[in-house]
C-alpha cells in the first residue's frame, strides 16, 4: 500500500512566571481572568530562586555551533511524500557536560551547593537536552529554564532516571536554558553528563495558526460525547528532534500499567524508546483558536513492549503512570474486526493542539487496515500518525499509518492499521497486542476505557458513547462532601450558591486547620487566608464554561508550600473535586476545565 505517513510539528508553549510571594495573588487575578492559562509542571522553584546567589550573567555559558536551517529544511523539503519514520523539527549537537567539567558551582548560606550552566544555540525555536548520565542521589534536584524565569521544568530526582540509566527533557521555546543542580549538605556526589543539546528549527507560538483551517477543537462542541476518548490522546517526541501522536490503552493487566499506543513507523525501538517525551492535554483554551496550547503536562520515558510492521502499531509502557493532575484515560479498545459503520479521530494535526475528526461512512477492509474514503467534517495532517480512531461505542479500532487527507484536499484516503491485526500480530509476545492487554488470557477482544484507578477488566460494554458526555470522572477519591452552611466563615459559596468551596490546611509541624473567606469577591470568585487574615493565601475561580465545552472550571492560584487540600462541591449533583498540594511544595496553579460535567 501507498501509505503517506502524517509526520510534522508545530507544538507551542504557555509560560510559568516565577513570582514572589507578595505579588503573586494579585498576578494570579489578572491570570485567571483568561481562560488560557498557563499551568507548571514546576513543583519546586529553583534553589537560585529561593536562595541569595551569584547572578545569573557571572554563571559558566557555553554556545552551540551555527545551525543551518535553510539546508535542514531543504533537506526536509526532498523527502519523499510517501514516507515512513518521523518528522523533524530539532537537529542534534552532540556535546559532553558534566559536573567537573563544566558550569559553575557555589556554596550557599545553608552549606548546600548549587552547579548552574548557560546553554546557548543561537536561532533556536526550542531547546530540549538528552542527558545520557543522569545520577542523582537523595537530596539532589535538577532544573531547567529560560534565564528570564518564565519557563521553568522540574525538579526531576533519582526517580526520573530511566532504565538506560538517562533523562530527557520537555522542549522549552528558548534559545538559552539554564541547567541547575542542588545539592544538598547531606547528599552523596552526584552525576551528570549532558550530551545531547537539540536545536529546534520549527517555528512554535501559542498565538500562530498552525494546523489547517478545517480542524475542530477538541474543547469545542463537536467534542461532547468524546472526552474520555479526548482524554487519552497525547503527543510524543523522540530523541528530541521528532514527533508523532498515540493513545493510552487499556489492558486487563490489575496493575493498570501505562501502556500508549501509536504506529511502528514512528521510530520507537528497545534502544530510544526510555527519549520519549509525552505532552497531555495539548489543547486550544478556546473553541476555534487552533492554537494557543499548553505543553506542562509532560512525562518522560518508556520501554518498548511490542511492534508489527505490516498493521504498523508500536506499544510502549511508560515509565510512570500519569500524574493525577493530568487527568488522563485509558481508552478502551476493539479488537474483533467488525468493519466500522463511522468513526471519531482525535489527533494532533502537525503535532499541533488536538482535534477532533468525524467520518460517518463505513470503512474499507483491505485486510491489514481500515481505508476511510474522506472525513465527512476534520481530516488528518502530518503529525496525526499513530492516532487511534474509535467506533460508534467509543472503543480504538485502528492506529493511523497514513494517507492522503489534508486541509488543502481533504477528500483523500486515510489509512488505519487495524486493531485485530494488532491482536495477533506475527504470532509472538514482542509483535501482537494480545499477551500486553489480556495477560490472563480470557480471549474477549473488546474492553471499555478506564480511568486512573478504575476497574482495568470492567464491563465491556462500554456505556459510554458518543451521544453521552455523563462520565463519572468527577468524583475523586474520598466521597462526594455534605453541603455545608454558606454563612460558615469557612466555607465560599459560588455561582449563587451552587458550588460550595472549602480548604483543609496542614503545616509541617502538624498544625491543621481550614481556611477562612476573605469578605470580598464576587459570585464566580473568592479568596481564602489560612493563618492570618492579612496575609491573603489562595484564590478560587469557579467559571461557566459550558458555551465552549460543556463543562464548569474550576481555577485557583496559591501562595504557599503548605500541605492542602481544595475541595469543590457541586450542591446540584453531589459531585465533588479534591486538588492538593504536597507539604513543601510551592502550589502549582490550578486549571481544570474538564471538572464539572454539570451544564446547564
Partial sequence: MKHAPRLAIHPT?????????????LVAVAMLAHASIARARMTRLPESFRQPVAALSSVAQVEMPWVDVASLKAQDARRPAIRGGLFRFATPIEVSYTLTDSGSWEVLADGSRLWRLRIVSPGALSLNLGILDFDLPAETSLWIYSPDGEHIEGPYTTEHRNAAGQFWTPMIATDELVVEVHVAVSAAEPKIEIGRVNHGYRFFGADALKQGTCQNDVVCSEGNG?????????????????????????????????????????????????????????ESPTCGRLSGGNVSDNQSGATL??????????????????????????????????????VVGVHHPNLDEKSISFENDRLFDDGTHW????????????????SCIFNSAGLCVGTLTGGYSECGGPAGPDFYGKMSVHWTGGGARNNRLRDWLDPTGTGQRTLAGSDPGGDPGGDDDDDDDDDDDDDDDDDDDGGPVEPGDCASPNILCLQNGRFQVSVDWTTADGESGQATEVPAGSDDSGLFWFFTPENWEMLVKVLDGCAINQRKWVFSAATTDTAYTLKVLDTATGRTQRYSNPQGTAAAAITDTDAFASCP
Fill in 226 to 282: 468524546w472526552r474520555d476518548q479526548i482524554r487519552s490522546v497525547g503527543w510524543y517526541s523522540v530523541e528530541g528532534i521528532g514527533a508523532c501522536t498515540g493513545s493510552l490503552i487499556n489492558s486487563r493487566d490489575a496493575r493498570q500499567p501505562a501502556y500508549f499506543l501509536s504506529a511502528e513507523h514512528c521510530e520507537i525501538t528497545r534502544a530510544n524508546a526510555s527519549t520519549m517525551v509525552v505532552y497531555w492535554n495539548y
Fill in 371 to 386: 481505508e476511510l474514503a474522506a472525513w465527512d467534517d476534520g481530516t488528518t495532517e502530518p503529525g496525526s500518525s499513530g
Fill in 13 to 25: 508553549f504557555r509560560f510559568y512566571k516565577a513570582l514572589a510571594k507578595k505579588s503573586m495573588i
Fill in 305 to 342: 513492549r511490542a511492534a508489527y510492521r505490516p498493521s504498523d502499531f508500536v506499544l510502549v509502557e511508560l515509565d510512570r503512570k500519569p500524574d493525577p493532575s493530568f487527568r488522563v484515560h485509558y481508552a478502551g479498545w476493539d479488537a474483533t474486526g467488525q468493519t466500522p459503520n463511522r
